[in-house]
């Protein structure tokens, strides 16, 4: 294993804890069933708006999942 693989390994592995920790401490947003047939149309239209720190993890969660998939990519990539 050449260094480069061991830092991106060692990079995604960080990555997925963080993510991981992130998803667990964000609330739920749905009730059920009728919380998922209703409320995606409420997301969907902007009714429902994110303030704070729910605002915070949800782009932390978009960002580190990102994150994710480039460095998956580059290590199937790089270990070739």
């Known amino acids: 294993m050449n260094a480069l693989h061991v830092i991106l390994m060692t990079l995604l592995v960080i990555d997925c804890i963080a993510l991981i920790v992130v998803v667990l401490l964000q609330s739920s947003k749905s009730t059920g069933l009728s919380g998922a047939i209703s409320g995606g149309a409420e997301q969907l ?10 605002l915070v993890l949800n ?3 978009i960002v580190l999942s990102v994150i994710f998939f480039v460095l998956t990519i580059a290590i199937s990539y790089f270990s070739l």
């Open 45 to 54: 239209f902007g009714k429902q708006k994110a303030r704070g720190i729910e």
């Open 59 to 61: 782009r932390t969660t």
